[in-house]
């Protein structure tokens, strides 16, 4: 190997200093500009992951990096002690483009998740009247909604929740895509449902067509709520604002995060209607850093970009084109596809290679994505790809799967 290249050591001292984590492809980028990286040694690399979403406007998207540039010369943080004046505007944005009343910024994706579980119970507690303690959750199987202890304690993967107990109670594990059995699982102490509408992590899974409207029809009939967990569905990757919007179904609480930060900052949140939310009191839930000002400009610029619809339609767009692609490649390497808007679960023959081995492939022809488990693999180029860039993508693709 050419002893001049920066990868080889970069690559060591990470491992070194490290927990292990993660098992990152052997790459170390240094630079970023719409679906474009380039690495240490000058490389460069389309980017068909984008931060698992978190990157939907690109690198570096020029209005969002004038935001945070702005804000930066102005006020960083306050704590939510004081009200600052980036914040009004950000959740009136926020709530007006999910639809709801209200909105509660937070940080990480979990965290969200994390507060829509606690809004959930204090609702059953005190508005549905389930008796103290009693409140349960009915989730799917195959979820990913995080990585803290009481997330991790209702996950169906043994990776994600082994030797992480002992586990919260009150959570039902359901197969995701059955309605029969999820309304089964409902008793009078549910108080949520709680849901991807796509199973990112699992390997883009769409559930069958009419099961989200079946769960908000359930969801009302049994007083129950409806929380959709769209931290990575959301926001423009499926082809619309919301996966939910494919099946015109309005959830009670949307958890959003990744690409509400820009690629730049972590925010996320929850927004639902005042009889949802209106259930937090002063001291019962909050973040030091949730709804900071340099997360709230960002993300009030992420909302206007969404306000405009062009990432949703170019999502719907040349996801028709990604789709196009995959499909042929069905049978050539690929055994299923499946697509949602500028998203794609890909399963590899196992024969042929592990996703590993095929990401690993991709990564030196110039394309970064990323296994989800076996020979899964998850495509989520920013929203910002054009249709040259997709094509050079499915070649190098389709490449990788005939050598
Ligand atoms: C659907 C979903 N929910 C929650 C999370 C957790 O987000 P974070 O990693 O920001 O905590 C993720 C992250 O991949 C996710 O895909």
Known sequence: MDDKLRTPGAVRDAERWTAHNYHPLPVVISSAEGAWLTDVDGRRYLDFLAGYSA?????RHPQLIAAAHAQLDRLTLTSRAFIHDQFADFCRELAELCGKDLVLPMNTGAEAVETGIKVARKWGYQVKGVPAGQANIVVAEGNFHGRTTTIVSFSTDEDARADFGPYTPGFTVVPYGDLAALTAAIDENTVAVLLEPIQGEQGVVVPPEGYLPGVRQVCTERDVLFIADEIQSGLGRTGATFACDHEGVVPDMYLLGKALGGGIVPVSAVAANADVL?????????????????????ATEVVRLLATGEFQRRSAELGERLRAGLEGLVGKGLVEVRVRGLWAGLDIDPALMSGREACERLAARGVLAKDTHGSTIRLAPPLVITEEEIDLAMTQLAEVLAA
């Open 55 to 59: 990157l939907n406007f690109g690198h």
């Open 278 to 298: 209106g259930v937090l009191k002063p001291g019962q839930h909050g973040s030091t850093f949730g709804g900071n000002p340099l997360a709230c400009a960002v």
